[in-house]
Structure formats: structure tokens, C-alpha cells
């Protein structure tokens, strides 16, 4: 089964970086404008693009503060069934984000779209953890500028 692997440095400490790799807020503020808490106490968090004609269904698995967050993909299409995985540690600058989405059945159009799409949401997630505060790279209904 395929992965996708990504790092990035981050100049912030694992302890701004983990609140946006662990919550719908955190989610909202570099990945989609409608990640929401489905207002159970299982912690899912719903990740809607376009319209929420696409709904990632992230199911908490692990949560080790302020170094590694992990999600079962419970829909969307070729997600289902995947896990995304946040590991974060010290580096010299600051931190060292890595991201790992495992478990597709076949690299195929889509997990090939979907590395390209979180090579680009780890710039978003550094800048918000660096004060920049670029937004989500998916707004309510399309990708952001």
C-alpha cells in the first residue's frame, strides 16, 4: 500500500504547532474553512470542501501532546480507510513537522492529487504556526488564492 510522506521545519515550538494538527479549529485555520467537531464525545471531526460535496470523517486515534497526533479517514472516496499520521519533535530552528498519509489501496489520480494538495497544506500549516496566518487553503466552496 502506498504512503504519503511530507516534513517541513516549522520556526515555532511543538506546543503552538500541536493545537493545529489535534482539532477542528486547529484544522480550519490551514486546511478547510469547514472542519467542524461533530458534537459527539468521540472527538470526529468533519472536514468539508467544496460545498461539502467532499467530507473527510476523521476519527481520533492518537493523541501523544505536543509531539504526534494520528486520524482514521472514515469517507471520502479514496480516504476511507487511510490514516493521517502528525509526528512533530524539536529541530534547531524551531521544529520538524512530518506527515504521513497511510494506507491507500493504489497510487492512483487521486493519491497522486493528494500529495501534490499536502505538499501545499504544509506551507499553510507552517505559516499559520509562524503568525503569518495565510487561512485555509480550501475556503467553504473553493481553493483559496
Known amino acids: 500500500m502506498p ?4 516534513q517541513i521545519q516549522i520556526r515555532a515550538t511543538p506546543k503552538v504547532i500541536y493545537p493545529l494538527i489535534s482539532s477542528a479549529e486547529g484544522f480550519g485555520r490551514w486546511w478547510a ?8 464525545a468521540t472527538g470526529v471531526i468533519e472536514v468539508g470542501l467544496f460545498g461539502r ?12 501532546a505536543p509531539n504526534q497526533t494520528s486520524w482514521q479517514c472514515e469517507s471520502g472516496g479514496d480516504w476511507a480507510g487511510t490514516v493521517l499520521t502528525f509526528v512533530v519533535g524539536p529541530d534547531a530552528t524551531g521544529s520538524l513537522l512530518r506527515v504521513t498519509h497511510s494506507g491507500w489501496a493504489a497510487e492512483t489520480d487521486r493519491f497522486i492529487a493528494a500529495n501534490t494538495t499536502w505538499g501545499a497544506l504544509m506551507h499553510r500549516l507552517r505559516g499559520v504556526a509562524e503568525g503569518r496566518e495565510p487561512g485555509p ?8 488564492d
Open 137 to 144: 487553503f480550501f475556503t467553504t466552496d473553493a481553493l483559496a
Open 53 to 64: 460535496s467532499t467530507v473527510y470523517r476523521l476519527r481520533p486515534q492518537t493523541f501523544l
Open 33 to 40: 474553512a469547514d472542519a467542524r467537531h461533530t458534537g459527539t
Open 3 to 6: 504512503d504519503i510522506r511530507h
